[in-house]
Every structure is written in C-alpha cells, then in structure tokens.
C-alpha cells in the first residue's frame, strides 16, 4: 500500500499541513522538524517529487549536457560538476549529445519539461551560432566552448593561447612542416585552429590546417591519409585528447617513428599519454576547475538572474615530453 502524507501526519501526531511546511522547510521548529522526519523514516513515505515539482515550478535539479562522454575531458568535468552539486543538496541529470545538434535540441526540451534550476552546456558550433536571447528559458552556463558573446556565463581555456604554445615548442624543437588536425563541430577546436594558424605566421611558416570529426576513428582515417601525401608533415598538433590518439594510432600504423619521423603535440593530458613511448606532450586543462567555475556561476546567476553575464579564460599547462623531442 502507498503510504501518503496523512499517514505520516497520524505518525507524527500533527495536522498534514504542518508535515507539508515541515518538508518543505516552512516555518516549523526545530523539534517539530525532527518530529515529522522520524514518521517519514517510521512510516517509509517518499515525497511525489513531480507533484511538488509543479507546485514549484523548478526542482532542486541541475541538467549537464556534453558533447561526448567518452571524451575523458567531458568525464572529468561531469565529476567535478556533480561533486559541486552533491555538495549543494542538488541533483544531475547528465546528457551526452555526440556533437549532434539534434541531440542538443531535444535535450534541451527534456530539461525545460524537467523544471531544472540550471543548465551547464558544452554546445556545438552550430547551436551556439543558433541561439538568440531567450531562447534557453533557464539559467545556463556554457562550459568549453563560448556562446554568442553577452548572452550566457561561460568558463572556457585560453584555447588560442595554448594551441600557439605547443607550436612555439615545436618550432624550438626545430620542426617547420607543422600540420594542424582540429575538430570540426565546435568553436574550442575553432580557437585552437586559429592559434596555430597565427603562431604559424609568425614564425614565418605555412599554416597546414584540416578539419576531422572529433573522434580517435575518424583522426586516425584522416593521418593515414596525410601520412601518405609526398610533402608530409613533420609534426602535427592536435585539438582533443581523441584526435591525438588517433594520431599516434596512424604514426604506428605507418611504422613512424615518434618524434623522429613525425612529432606529436595535443590536447588533454589523459592517463595514456604519459603511459606510451614516447609520452606525448599536451596541454593540460584545468578541468576540476572547469567544473567546479561553472558551478559557482550557475549557482551566483540562479541566485541573481539579472547580473552582468561573465566569462572566465582559464590557463592550460603545457607538459612536455618525448613525442616532440623534449
């Protein structure tokens, strides 16, 4: 049988609507408040937490939609995020999209049908070209890559900054046939491209960029391909710890030698790249701060909706090793 809210009222020797205002966190005692909680264990009752939903009209829920979960980068965040959350008293709903704009549009229904307090939302290119005022009907937060600019609070890295870190490494390294392999959904693998491209003129050099899915298949498909071109590069950055492994796939695949007859430097610094010889050289995301930023702007802009909207640039840390010659 059911147990409902009059049962834990007989419980507790009070009327319905003092367990209401005591579960609610209304306006009762500490001792009455302790009272009520004891029926709620006594008697096993749950509380409808659609039907206080819409009573509400929010929920002590936060949705987190990525891009691809098995990005480790997109793992790591999500810990951080629910972390935060936990800590909070507030529950996740986490959304994985696979760069599908679809996806995002449809997870995006599901959150606003859900009555989430807020929304932490790594989006592709496409849907943050999209989005006009209005149109995310709940706090949100972007994480990775920027929205339309003044529109929503967002934590991303200085991805222009560290893509042109690893190509003035590679240039002091002595290596010029630098390609670039950079995602081709997002606007971060867009700002890593632009990085690059602009580290590359400075130096003087040719700028080798091409676009891939940001997938290890689809990077090592793409390598294979470049690795067989008569001017080939000489070193190669990538924009995702995914586009790296598939990189490193293609130079084996190829018998190369890393980083005597191609050098790698990427993005992420996941546990298998200083596992495998030679261990690779990236930039290091501060990704527990990524989330836990992200968090505290979600949780200031739930509390104050009419606040100026703020970007926060974080720094990566580049690690340098023996897939550039370091």
Not at 153 to 176: I, K, P, T
């Given at each position: 049988?059911?147990?409902g809210?009059?049962?834990?009222a007989?419980?507790?020797?009070?009327?319905t609507?003092?367990?209401s205002?005591?579960?609610?966190?209304g306006?009762?005692?500490?001792?009455?408040?302790?009272?009520?909680?004891?029926?709620?264990?006594?008697?096993?009752?749950?509380?409808?937490?659609?039907?206080?939903?819409?009573?509400?009209?929010?929920?002590?829920?936060?949705?987190?939609?990525?891009?691809?979960?098995?990005?480790p980068?997109?793992?790591?965040?999500?810990?951080?995020v629910?972390?935060?959350?936990?800590g909070?008293?507030?529950?996740?709903?986490?959304?994985?999209?696979?760069?599908?704009?679809?996806?995002?549009?449809?997870?995006?229904?599901?959150?606003?049908?859900?009555?989430?307090?807020?929304?932490?939302?790594?989006p592709?290119?496409?849907?943050?070209?999209?989005?006009?005022?209005?149109?995310?009907?709940?706090?949100?937060?972007?994480?990775?890559?920027?929205?339309?600019?003044?529109?929503?609070?967002?934590?991303?890295?200085?991805?222009?900054?560290?893509s042109?870190?690893?190509?003035?490494?590679?240039?002091?390294?002595?290596?010029?046939r630098?390609?670039?392999l950079?995602?081709?959904?997002?606007?971060?693998?867009?700002?890593?491209?632009?990085?690059?491209?602009?580290?590359?003129a400075?130096?003087?050099?040719?700028?080798?960029?091409?676009?891939?899915?940001?997938?290890?298949?689809?990077a090592?498909?793409?390598?294979?391909?470049?690795?067989?071109?008569?001017?080939?590069?000489?070193?190669?950055?990538?924009?995702?710890?995914?586009?790296?492994?598939?990189?490193?796939?293609?130079?084996?695949?190829?018998?190369?030698?890393?980083?005597a007859?191609?050098?790698?430097?990427?993005?992420?610094?996941?546990?298998?790249?200083?596992?495998?010889?030679?261990?690779?050289?990236?930039?290091?995301?501060?990704?527990?701060?990524?989330?836990?930023?992200?968090?505290?702007?979600?949780?200031?802009?739930?509390?104050?909706?009419?606040?100026?909207?703020?970007?926060?640039t974080?720094?990566?840390?580049?690690?340098?090793?023996?897939?550039?010659?370091?």
């Amino acid at each position: 049988m059911t147990v409902g809210i009059r049962d834990v009222a007989r419980a507790a020797g009070v009327s319905t609507a003092t367990v209401s205002r005591a579960l609610g966190k209304g306006p009762v005692s500490d001792a009455l408040r302790a009272q009520v909680a004891a029926a709620v264990r006594a008697t096993g009752y749950r509380p409808n937490l659609s039907a206080r939903r819409l009573r509400s009209q929010t929920t002590q829920t936060v949705g987190l939609i990525v891009a691809d979960i098995r990005n480790p980068f997109f793992t790591a965040v999500s810990r951080a995020v629910e972390d935060a959350a936990y800590g909070a008293g507030m529950r996740v709903i986490l959304c994985n999209t696979d760069e599908d704009a679809e996806r995002e549009a449809m997870y995006l229904r599901l959150m606003e049908e859900e009555r989430v307090s807020g929304v932490i939302f790594a989006p592709t290119r496409t849907t943050a070209e999209a989005l006009g005022p209005g149109d995310l009907p709940f706090p949100t937060v972007f994480i990775d890559r920027a929205g339309p600019p003044g529109l929503h609070d967002s934590v991303v890295l200085d991805n222009a900054g560290a893509s042109a870190a690893l190509v003035d490494h590679l240039v002091a390294q002595g290596f010029s046939r630098i390609g670039g392999l950079f995602g081709s959904t997002s606007s971060t693998a867009r700002e890593r491209r632009d990085g690059y491209a602009a580290s590359m003129a400075r130096h003087g050099l040719d700028a080798r960029a091409r676009a891939v899915l940001p997938n290890a298949e689809a990077a090592e498909a793409a390598c294979l391909s470049w690795l067989d071109e008569p001017e080939r590069p000489d070193a190669l950055v990538l924009s995702n710890g995914q586009i790296l492994m598939g990189a490193f796939r293609a130079a084996r695949g190829r018998g190369l030698r890393v980083p005597a007859d191609l050098a790698l430097a990427g993005f992420d610094n996941e546990p298998w790249t200083d596992l495998v010889d030679p261990g690779l050289t990236v930039i290091a995301q501060p990704v527990a701060e990524i989330g836990a930023q992200a968090m505290r702007l979600l949780f200031e802009r739930i509390a104050a909706p009419d606040q100026p909207v703020r970007k926060v640039t974080l720094s990566g840390r580049a690690i340098f090793r023996g897939s550039t010659g370091a």
